[in-house]
């Protein structure tokens, strides 16, 4: 199992809340100066990122999701939590969890997790 690992249902109905969990099994999520990503790849397109939490807990998140995007974590099960709001078939891909030094530099990351937005 790795350092990262992604958790959560494969199959969300339009409309619906998508709840993703990173557990995180080497370090702690506020370390010096890590940041912990959301990056998700839709069928036949390229790697999107959403958004990330600082070690210090401030968030970032891409302007295209912005409205739409929530990243909290919980320190003492050393866990960071995506939930993406009124998802549609559009939202179907493989999420990644990922850290790295900043939102946009991911240096280890998660196996992924396939997610279908389907009624």
């Known amino acids: 199992q790795g350092q990262l690992q992604e958790s959560g249902p494969g199959l969300v109905k339009p409309s619906q809340t998508l709840s993703l969990t990173c557990t995180v099994s080497?370090?702690?999520?506020?370390?010096?100066?890590?940041?912990w990503s959301w990056i998700r790849q839709p069928p036949g397109k390229g790697l999107e990122w959403m958004g990330a939490?600082?070690?210090?807990?401030?968030?970032y998140y891409s302007p295209s999701l912005k409205s739409r995007t929530s990243i909290s974590r919980d320190t003492s099960k050393n866990q960071f939590t995506l939930q993406l709001s009124s998802v549609t078939p559009e939202d179907t891909a493989v999420y990644y969890c990922?850290?790295?030094?900043?939102?946009?530099?991911?240096?280890?990351w998660g196996q992924g997790t396939q997610v279908t937005v389907s009624s």
């Open positions: 080497d370090g702690s999520i506020t370390t010096n100066y890590y940041h």
């Open positions: 990922a850290r790295g030094p900043s939102p946009s530099d991911f240096g280890s």
């Open positions: 939490i600082a070690y210090s807990g401030s968030n």
